[in-house]
Each structure stands twice: as C-alpha cells, then as structure tokens.
C-alpha cells in the first residue's frame, strides 16, 4: 500500500510515518519535505493467520495525520506428512500458520477432530497413533480460524 504526504505548506515538512504490527512501514517512513514537496510511503501487510486486520499509520509533523489501513490474511494450504514409525502412524505438519485441526474419517464423508492431542517438535506438529488394531481411516488438516 503506498501513501502521498504532502507539504502544502511554506515551512519545512518533518515527520515520522508509524503502524503496527502485522503491518509495517518499509519506505519513505522518515520524511523531511521542502514546501509543495512529496514524498511517498509504501506500507506492508504481513499476516500470521486468516484474520482481518486493521490499524492506523500516524504521520506526525505540523498537526500530524492518520489514515487507516486494513487487510485480511491468506493462509495457505498445509501439507500433512504421514510415515510408519515402528508401527505406528506419525503425522505432522507446520505448527505456523496456526489454527489447523487434524480430522479422522472412515469413510471420507463424515469427519470428525481426532481423538490425539498434538505436540510441537521442530516447528511441526506431531501425532503419533498405533497402526495395529486400527480400521482404515483417512486424515486430514481442516482450516478453523483461531478465536480472537
């Protein structure tokens, strides 16, 4: 997102252009303009999650300004490994971005959360589960936006 801070003054134009996180000013933040000078600032937009989010960028010099910024987050798709370990099933994935669930199914059609609890090792969330004694059942990531 890009941002025109005019001086359309006859002084010196000094400021600062500030926002926070996930948002973040990575140009032209700093500005010293002369009258009828411009000067642009570019701001971005680095989302963790599939939330919406907003903010104000503060522009201080003379009376100082806001503008308000939003954006909404795009969480891609995760992969989930799956591998034998000594008979049993171990699955992982990513542990960011969060708010993936793994769910368990017999038939593909009905899913439901599965029944272990995940641990983090490495940056992966890990289940392990035995494989003998076990009906077939598929697996897979669901997407559920974390609770703000």
């Keep these: 997102m890009t941002f025109n801070v005019n001086n359309n003054s006859e002084t010196l134009l000094s400021g600062v252009a500030t926002v926070a996180s996930p948002f973040s000013v990575v140009s032209g933040g700093n500005y010293e303009l002369a009258p009828n000078g411009n000067q642009t600032v570019t701001v971005r937009y680095s989302p963790t999650t599939g939330e919406s989010d907003s903010a104000g960028i503060l522009f201080t010099g003379y009376n100082g300004a806001t503008a308000k ?14 591998a034998n370990n000594n008979g049993n099933i171990k699955m992982s994935w990513p ?16 899913w439901t959360t ?3 609890t995940p ?9 392990t589960m035995p494989i003998s004694g076990v009906a077939p059942t598929f697996y897979r990531l669901f997407y559920r936006q974390p609770p703000q």
């Design 119 to 127: 641990t983090i090792q490495n940056g992966q969330n890990q289940v």
């Design 114 to 116: 599965a029944s272990a």
């Design 95 to 110: 542990s960011a971005p969060t708010g993936f669930i793994l769910q368990s199914s017999p038939d593909m059609n009905t």
């Design 69 to 82: 910024v939003q954006g909404r987050g795009y969480v891609a798709p995760q992969y989930l490994s799956i």
